[in-house]
């Protein structure tokens, strides 16, 4: 009876602690869309969309608010560097998993985790001083589209890399055991058997390395150029919805402030609207059969 | 084991929470005044054992808020007052002199205002067309609502709107950035910031602006008309150490400390 | 643990078929692909790190890591700074870590029971990871600073901070223990184990590398972020005495020191190297804890 008791408060307490964190969820949303609605309410949801351009602070007609532009920089921003360090982490992921020597692993493990723990200011200054200038040879003025997406690229390898390797190396070693026995190659073993039984992990990777990209905000801040305008091509600059609130809301009041607020629930509904789309194509492993106490 | 280990840790930690029940004064806000006010601050503590002076950055309109809402006693403020703001009590601290800049290649001689104006108009759009290189003209334009924006439109009768740049910045060092080793570019700065990176060996170079260089010093001369006030505000006349704080603030002790950030001191 | 035990197919040079020879082109295709890959993404972190050591490395001693920041750290040291850091990661992984494995612990062994909890949690965390930093540093602020009345101290910003590696640590861990195989749980059920023990001593233990690499990933975001901490834990660099002091933290510094205050650059690159060192400590701690486990595995069974 005691022990059942036991596994009772184990459960509430698990529970409790993933409600909380729900909850956590709820209380920044809510908190976003309170300071928004003052805009919303004064300004109107149409105009974020309808208005000729983003002058928010412009005392003479009240201020324009177009996010449209920012919008469309943050999806480009997010597709590039996701389509860049997708490949490029699950690549160490695979490195460490199948062809490295142990300690060539370890050490590969450790450069990553570095990378993650590089600050963003740091990432934001070299792409400034390295990066701009190498794509201002090419085509001036240098902050561009292309200069944030090879930026996030490099800042979200590292999510991708290690949580595709621990979904890699979750992959039972019977499988891989099995497959060799058969003679398969390592290609085949890798892309036939490995890759197929680690993919929801491998998608998770991605996910979240895509939710830190449309969340990054420092780096992209100083090397986007910031200009707001749909980008005609990677080498134009443009200004992501994260940069557009670091740079504006320190001087921000009243309604701008509040409409930069806005651009933090737009950025909240396209990150859910990413989590659904990739909610369908997840499909979802659990334990459950052991689990009936 | 290693659940009671963090147990414990967790209970010290929380013991350490109720420790000194000091007051602080907070002073928030602009970002460009806080450094300075953080080495005033410090020598204010020296001078008066026993107070505490806390100060968090955050942005000039935070520096507002919080001191109308009581959050803080002290914000601090990098612009001169707007007319919806006379409800609190404004002290100036510093100037800053706002300079145009390009890369050191540049061979533009100086600006006049009515140039400058052209240029970010875009009806200048070769520096060959004002006494530099034949190269295309790079616009580095603040973002909207910083205070070094706003004293620019103003001196040069510009709307944000009829400006179409190819670079927004946000910081004093991220325009900085930017402009070096680009000859093509042209942007504005904090004076005091761009001098001394100039000096440092940036490849920036401080244009001179209808003739005045522009300098620390000409700002100081009041000879350069490109300037911003740095202000701290409180919500109420000050009182009691608060004022004291702010009498020193603004007084000619802390004119070294206005130096050495690179600002001029108010005479 | 290099998985990689393929190294020929034990098939002898003479029987080799074209088919063979084509699987061999294409494994060596692969390798280059993967290796250049790799080759691309340290060369970037040794290109980074260079440009960090050239510049940094003349400003690093003994007293840059004792002493206190003079001249808005322009000259001096950063240990308020170090410490406040610490205190901060601490309070965040404080917290972060039992409430993030329980989560994780409830997504993976409870999803049969408790589908629509699961399900909600899920997709919030999923949601959470997108949330800009900044935005939590504002959230953070209203929420811990002002309406739990924290002020601007280490224990709103660890706090704000832990909202912000929750998502991650949570999915990490929970990729862990999915890895964990049923037979494990079928076994612990069948001799009548308690669900508890059964995740104390069986469930836990095989999803560690899991966990690490969220602690790894968690402890590197927790260190880096700037944007969440300048209106939570705050901008003071003075030793704390209590976790109600505002700190300032090492990336906050690092970001203050680069951006806002002229001449700031070479202690900028210096503080960021110790972050660094700090960091590769931290991970190497993590990881050979995790190594050293598994090893001890492989002689048990």
Same mark, same amino acid.
């Given at each position: ?27 920044? =949303? ?114 561009? #589209? #292309? ?16 949580i595709?390797?621990?979904?890699? =190396? ?20 890798? *892309? ?11 998608l998770?990777a ?10 990054? +905000? ?16 990677v ?24 409409a930069? *607020?806005?651009?933090?629930?737009? #950025? ?5 609207? #990413?989590?659904a789309?990739?909610?369908?194509? =997840?499909?979802? +492993? ?8 | ?13 929380? %013991? ?9 004064i ?37 520096g507002?808020?919080?001191?109308? /809402?009581? %959050? ?26 706002v ?13 006049? /205002? ?62 900085? /950035? ?16 761009a ?15 209808d ?36 009498q020193?603030?603004?007084s ?16 | ?84 850091t ?7 992984l ?36 997108g ?36 998502p ?124 050293r ?9």
């Amino acid at each position: 009876m005691f022990q059942w008791s036991k596994d009772h408060l184990l459960l509430l307490w698990l529970r409790l602690a993933a409600s909380v964190c729900a909850a956590i969820l709820l209380l920044v =949303a809510g908190f976003v869309l309170l300071e928004a609605f003052e805009a919303l309410r004064d300004i109107g949801p149409v105009r974020f969309a309808a208005d000729a351009s983003w002058h928010p602070a412009s005392e003479a007609d009240q201020g324009l608010y177009n996010l449209v532009p920012m919008l469309s920089a943050t999806l480009f921003a997010t597709l590039g560097a996701v389509l860049l360090a997708g490949p490029l982490g699950i690549a160490s992921a695979l490195f460490c998993q199948f062809y490295a020597p142990a300690w060539v692993a370890q050490l590969q493990r450790r450069i990553i985790g570095l990378l993650s723990g590089i600050p963003s200011v740091v990432y934001g200054f070299w792409g400034l001083v390295v990066l701009v200038p190498l794509i201002r040879l090419q085509a001036p003025p240098g902050p561009s #589209l #292309l200069a944030g997406i090879l930026i996030l690229a490099i800042m979200i390898v590292p999510t991708v890399a290690l949580i595709a390797e621990s979904s890699l =190396a979750a992959v039972p070693e019977a499988y891989l055991l099995g497959a060799n026995a058969l003679g398969i190659s390592r290609v085949g073993i890798i *892309f036939r058997v490995a890759i197929p039984a680690a993919r929801s992990g491998l998608l998770t990777a991605v996910i979240l390395g895509a939710g830190r990209a449309i969340g990054e +905000t420092m780096a992209i801040l100083m090397v986007c150029g910031n200009v707001v305008a749909v980008p005609e091509s990677v080498f134009a600059p443009v200004r992501t919805l994260t940069a557009n609130i670091a740079l504006e809301m320190a001087y921000a009041m009243g309604d701008h402030r509040s409409a930069l *607020f806005v651009t933090g629930v737009v #950025l909240l509904v396209m990150v859910v609207g #990413l989590v659904a789309v990739t909610a369908s194509f =997840a499909t979802e +492993t659990t334990h459950a059969e052991s689990t009936h106490g | 084991m290693r659940i009671r280990g963090f147990v414990a840790g967790l209970a010290f930690a929380l %013991l350490a929470c109720g420790g000194t029940d000091q007051a602080a004064i907070v002073v928030t806000g602009s970002s460009t005044v806080a450094p300075l006010m953080a080495e005033i601050a410090r020598r204010f503590e020296e001078q008066h054992p026993g107070v505490r002076v806390d100060v968090q950055t955050g942005g000039s309109s935070r520096g507002i808020s919080d001191a109308r /809402k009581g %959050l803080a006693d002290v914000g601090m403020v990098s612009r001169a007052p707007k007319d919806s703001e006379s409800d609190l009590r404004w002290f100036m601290v510093a100037r800053d002199g706002v300079s145009l800049i390009v890369d050191a290649s540049n061979s533009v001689p100086g600006l006049s /205002k009515e140039q400058v104006r052209r240029i970010y108009r875009r009806e200048i759009s070769n520096w060959s067309e004002v006494g530099g290189p034949d190269l295309p003209i790079t616009l580095v334009h603040k973002a909207q609502g910083r205070s070094t924006l706003e004293v620019f439109l103003e001196y040069f009768e510009l709307e944000d709107k009829e400006i179409s740049p190819d670079v927004v910045v946000g910081d004093n060092e991220q325009g900085i /950035k930017t402009v070096a080793g680009d000859p093509r570019a042209i942007g504005y700065v904090s004076v005091g910031t761009a001098e001394y990176e100039a000096g440092r060996g940036t490849s920036i170079r401080l244009v001179p602006l209808d003739g005045v260089e522009a300098s620390v010093a000409s700002v100081g001369q009041g000879r350069f008309p490109l300037s911003r006030q740095l202000n701290i505000v409180t919500s109420d006349e000050p009182q009691g150490i608060v004022a004291e704080l702010i009498q020193f603030a603004s007084s000619e002790q802390v004119h070294d400390l206005v130096e050495a950030q690179f600002f001029v001191p108010v005479e | 643990m290099a998985r990689g035990m393929v190294q020929t197919s034990g098939v002898s040079p003479m029987t080799r078929q074209p088919r063979q020879r084509h699987a061999r082109w294409l494994d060596g295709t692969v390798r280059a692909v993967v290796g250049l890959c790799v080759a691309a993404v340290v060369g970037v972190f040794c290109w980074i790190v260079g440009d960090l050591l050239l510049v940094g490395v003349p400003e690093l001693s003994w007293g840059f890591l004792v002493e206190a920041p003079i001249d808005s750290g322009r000259s001096g040291g950063i240990a308020p700074i170090l410490v406040s850091t610490l205190a901060i990661l601490a309070v965040c992984l404080g917290v972060s870590l039992p409430l993030g494995t329980s989560a994780a612990l409830l997504l993976s062994e409870l999803a049969a029971t408790d589908v629509r909890l699961v399900r909600v949690v899920r997709r919030s965390l999923d949601v959470l990871a997108g949330v800009p930093s900044i935005v939590f540093g504002l959230f953070g602020n209203a929420f811990f600073c002002v309406a739990l009345g924290l002020g601007f101290s280490i224990l709103s910003g660890g706090l704000t901070l832990a909202c912000m590696v929750l998502p991650i640590l949570i999915r990490a861990t929970e990729e862990g223990l999915r890895s964990v195989p049923s037979d494990y749980r079928h076994a612990a059920a069948a001799l009548g184990i308690t669900r508890t023990r059964t995740i104390w001593k069986v469930l836990l233990p095989a999803a560690l590398p899991g966990l690490v690499v969220g602690l790894v990933l968690g402890i590197g975001r927790a260190v880096a972020e700037t944007a969440a901490l300048i209106f939570t834990s705050g901008y003071v660099a003075r030793i704390p005495t209590s976790l109600l002091d505002s700190g300032r933290s090492l990336s906050l510094h690092i970001y203050d020191l680069s951006m806002n205050v002229a001449g700031g650059e070479p202690k900028a690159y210096a503080s960021a190297l110790v972050l660094l060192m700090l960091l590769l400590g931290l991970i190497s701690m993590a990881l050979s804890i995790s190594d050293r486990w598994l090893s001890r595995r492989m002689v048990h069974t």
